[in-house]
């Protein structure tokens, strides 16, 4: 039988991602949106077009108990948040109702259609790097202990515990990912690392000069969105529900980022064309974040197929096409 899928924050990169891969292998898949009529949703239906999007909201429990109805999922991927984490501090109260609460929402309304239905649901949480913040070992490995350093690492580790919780006490198949930074050019323009790929292409079109940054010193386990989707859905695939750090298990600055990214568009020498604003810094910077996917790696077989020079020189060219193009348009 065709397998079921129903995917949260599908409109993000990760949702993208897996809602390709999930494709790809045969399934059904459905994705949730909080409202039909915007930009990015007349998008991803306009790419995704096999997606069939449902109206819902991690805010609205009886909204996700309508949408696990009509989905009627083997699988939910909880990818929804809201994620963009230096803008947590000015939106504390709703980054905690969401990325936290709505966690809680989405486990109820899967535990009442187990219960209802007699199905069985395979439940994905999207945890995050951001929940080791103010790292006690280096690297992290599943058992380090969190110390959160954003309202949104906060959020996260709640999220994460409450699956674990629903796991222990229901028996749920509901598995963690604990995602290390990950990257494409699906990214939103909001984060560093796609911010930094828009404006290196725009330098090399002659359509701005510099791209203005905060701490160019902070280092990064960053891999690319398409593997860390693969390690979701194998994560569904197992025997037994766990919790799963998913990393490269190398780092790299902002510094290391740029120079591949100016080396793309054949300028070896970027610093002219970056300004430093010390508002981009965090009010609480987190400390060297590496991830030890030891564990993925043995019980899940995953590994990343990406490096890092090769992604950040991919989401350069896609900037430089996509840019072009833009430019060709508004003439």
């Known amino acids: 039988m065709t397998k079921r899928a129903l995917i949260t924050g599908i409109t993000g990169q990760d949702g993208m991602y897996l809602a390709e891969l999930l494709h790809g292998k045969g399934y059904d898949v459905f994705g949730l949106v909080a409202g039909q009529n915007n930009l990015r949703t007349q998008l991803f239906t306009e790419s995704h077009p096999y997606v069939e999007m449902i109206s819902g909201n991690l805010l ?23 994620s963009f984490v230096a803008s947590s501090w000015q939106n504390a109260r709703l980054t ?3 990325t936290g609460g709505g966690v809680l929402n989405i486990l109820e309304a899967i535990h009442f259609f187990q219960d209802s239905s007699g199905q069985d649901v395979r439940f994905y949480q999207a945890s995050s790097s951001e929940m080791f913040g103010k790292a006690q070992q280096v690297p992290q490995a599943e058992s380090t ?18 699956t674990i919780n629903y796991r222990e006490s229901y028996g749920m198949h509901a598995s963690s990912g604990v995602l290390f930074n990950h990257e494409s050019p699906y990214r ?4 560093v690392t796609r911010k930094i790929s828009q404006s290196v292409a725009r330098i090399k079109l002659g359509l701005q000069n510099t791209v203005t940054l905060g701490n160019l010193d902070a280092q990064r386990d960053w891999g690319f969105a398409g593997d860390y989707a693969e390690a979701m859905w194998l994560m569904l695939q197992q025997d037994e529900a766990d919790d799963y750090v998913i990393a490269t298990g190398e780092t790299h600055s902002i510094r290391d980022l740029l120079d591949i990214a100016f080396d793309e568009i054949g300028v ?15 009010p609480a910077e987190v400390s060297l974040l590496v991830g030890d996917s030891s564990k993925a790696r ?27 193009k833009r430019a060709a348009g508004a003439q």
């Not at 609205?60 to 948040?81: C, F, Q, T, W």
């Not at 020498?269 to 965090?282: G, S, T």
């Not at 019980?299 to 950040?312: M, N």
């Open 188 to 191: 939103g323009t909001e984060f």
């Open 60 to 82: 609205d429990l009886m909204s996700l108990i309508r949408a696990v109805a009509h989905a009627k999922p083997d699988e939910v991927y909880n990818l929804g948040a809201l």
């Open 96 to 98: 905690s109702d969401v």
């Open 268 to 282: 070896p020498e970027w610093h002219d064309h970056v300004d430093i604003n010390p508002a981009f810094v965090r």
């Open 298 to 324: 043995d019980k899940l077989g995953w590994r990343p197929k990406v490096g890092f020079d090769e992604l950040v020189r991919m989401m350069v060219r896609h900037d430089v096409d996509d840019q072009s």
């Open 145 to 162: 202990p969190f110390w959160p350093r954003s309202p949104y690492g906060v959020a996260k580790v709640y999220g994460h515990y409450m």
